[in-house]
C-alpha cells in the first residue's frame, strides 16, 4: 500500500500577508524584501513511498564507512537509511533522499520547476534547520515568487536583489533588470527597441561571460551594423 503524506496547509492570512509586506508598500526599492514567516511552513511537504521500501530500509545494516561504498544505488540506500533512522519516517527525510539518490547516481540534481526547488530546501531545514539552510529556502522562495508574480515592479525587486547578491551592485544588473522586465512584461519592440537591446546584451554578457551570451550579442551588434531589422534575426544555436 503506498502513503501519501499530507498535513496542513498555508492559509491564506499567509497569501494577504506576502502581498501586504512587499506589494504595497512606500519602502525604498533598495530595501530588501522580506518574506513572511508563514511562507516557511513546511507542514504541505508530501512523499509517496511503500510500507516494504521503507522495511527494506530500516532493515539494513548500514556500516560506518557506508561514504566509501562502491555500488552508486546502494550507497543512496545507506543514506536513505541513515536519514530514515535519524529523523524518522518523515516526508523530508524521502524528498531529501531522493535528490541526493538522484546526485550519487547522475552526479547532479535536476529540477524542473520552482516548486521541486522550494519543496527540496524546505526538507532540507527540517532536517538541518541552520541559518545557511534558512537562507537557501528564502532564496528559492523569492525566485518562485519572481517567476509567478504577474506585477513588473516587484518582479524587477525582487530580480534586482537576486542578481545584485551573485554580481554586486554594478551598473550592468540594473540594465538587465531592466530588460527581463521588459521581456517578462511585454518584451522589446522592434523598430524602436534596437539600441536598449543591444544594450541588454551588452550587459548579460558581462554578468554570464559564455560563449552563448557572446554569439548572440554579436549576432544583434552586426544587425545593427548593417542595418537589419531584427525580427529577421536567425535566433537558431542562441540558448
Partial sequence: MMKRYF????????????????????????????????????????????????QELMALDVPTNWEQTKDPELRAKYYHANLLKQFGNIPAVHIVAAR???????????????????????????????????????RVLKIKLRRETD?????????????????????????????????????????GDEDEYVAFLEAKYVLWPNDSQLRRLEKYRKAQADGTPFHLVDRDNDD
Fill in 7 to 54: 498535513v496542513g496547509s498555508i492559509t491564506f492570512v499567509c497569501l494577504f500577508s506576502l502581498f501586504f509586506l512587499i506589494g504595497c508598500g512606500d519602502s525604498e526599492d533598495t530595501d530588501s524584501i522580506v518574506i513572511p514567516s508563514e511562507l516557511y511552513d513546511t507542514n504541505e511537504l508530501t512523499y509517496d513511498i511503500s510500507d516494504a521500501e521503507i
Fill in 100 to 138: 541526493e539518490r538522484e546526485k550519487i547516481l547522475t552526479g547532479v540534481m535536476v529540477f524542473t520547476t520552482t516548486d521541486e526547488m522550494v519543496d527540496f530546501e524546505k526538507a532540507r531545514y527540517v532536517l538541518w534547520p541552520t541559518t545557511h539552510n534558512r537562507d537557501n529556502l528564502e
Fill in 151 to 191: 506585477d513588473p515592479e516587484l518582479f524587477a525587486k525582487l530580480y534586482r536583489e537576486e542578481l545584485i547578491e551573485q554580481h554586486g551592485d554594478i551598473p550592468e544588473v540594473e540594465v538587465v533588470v531592466e530588460g527581463e522586465t521588459k521581456l517578462w512584461f511585454g518584451g522589446f519592440r522592434f523598430p
